[in-house]
């Protein structure tokens, strides 16, 4: 996977002083960089039965959607606040600084359906939980969640107890 790690451009102090940024941009304009990474996150999951890839908003709109179609089952989105339009389920999570919270149609998955939630990256992992809790309030089946990138040493995985947790790229 070192091919994959090449391409992720590495931007420090943003959106703010201490950040590491990791860019997948460059890895996505990438044809094959964007096709290996479908790939290895479907991987695992092809012959799962997944009735439904749950994307976050945003980059996990571009993973989950080409995944979902990898595994030929539905993609539903999971958004910020007030973007969409029916009704919806909300569930809060903190943040280093204050709180952030993240919705879903209530009605966006049928109850015990096979759910795989992707993003690009777990870092504290609260965003990742907070869409697990999601999924598990409107009745899915939560099989695992893929991440094309995991940060070790926040150990967002601690937040994702008796959760499945794959990702693709370690650092
Ligand atoms: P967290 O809730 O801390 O696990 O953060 C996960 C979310 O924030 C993901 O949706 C990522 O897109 C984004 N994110 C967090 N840290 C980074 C980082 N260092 N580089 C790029 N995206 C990040």
Same mark, same amino acid.
């Given at each position: 996977?070192?091919?994959?790690?090449?391409?992720?451009?590495?931007?420090?102090?943003?959106?703010?002083?201490?950040?590491?940024?990791?860019?997948?941009?460059?890895?996505?304009?990438?044809?094959?960089?964007?096709?290996?990474?479908?790939?290895?996150?479907?991987?695992?999951?092809?012959? *799962?039965?997944? @009735?439904?890839? =749950?994307?976050?908003? %945003? #980059?996990?709109? $571009?993973?989950?959607?080409?995944? &979902?179609?990898?595994?030929?089952?539905?993609?539903?989105?999971?958004?910020?606040?007030?973007?969409?339009?029916?009704?919806?389920?909300?569930?809060?999570?903190?943040?280093?600084?204050?709180?952030?919270?993240? *919705?879903?149609? @209530?009605?966006? =998955?049928?109850?015990? %359906? #096979?759910?795989? $939630?992707?993003?690009?990256?777990? &870092?504290?992992?609260?965003?990742?939980?907070?869409?697990?809790?999601?999924?598990?309030?409107?009745?899915?089946?939560?099989?695992?969640?893929?991440?094309?990138?995991?940060?070790?040493?926040?150990?967002?995985?601690?937040?994702?107890?008796?959760?499945?947790?794959?990702?693709?790229?370690?650092?």
């Amino acid at each position: 996977m070192d091919h994959l790690k090449a391409k992720i451009r590495h931007v420090p102090d943003f959106p703010k002083p201490g950040i590491l940024f990791y860019d997948i941009t460059t890895l996505l304009g990438d044809a094959r960089g964007f096709r290996d990474t479908v790939d290895a996150l479907a991987a695992p999951y092809m012959g *799962e039965d997944i @009735d439904a890839v =749950v994307g976050i908003e %945003s #980059r996990g709109f $571009i993973l989950g959607a080409a995944v &979902a179609n990898a595994l030929g089952c539905g993609f539903v989105p999971i958004r910020k606040p007030g973007k969409l339009p029916s009704r919806t389920v909300k569930a809060s999570y903190s943040l280093e600084y204050g709180a952030d919270s993240l *919705e879903m149609h @209530d009605d966006a =998955v049928a109850p015990g %359906s #096979r759910v795989l $939630i992707v993003d690009d990256v777990l &870092a504290t992992g609260g965003t990742a939980e907070a869409a697990a809790r999601l999924v598990k309030q409107i009745g899915g089946d939560l099989r695992a969640l893929a991440f094309l990138i995991e940060l070790n040493v926040l150990k967002g995985r601690d937040r994702l107890p008796g959760e499945t947790v794959y990702s693709v790229l370690q650092y």
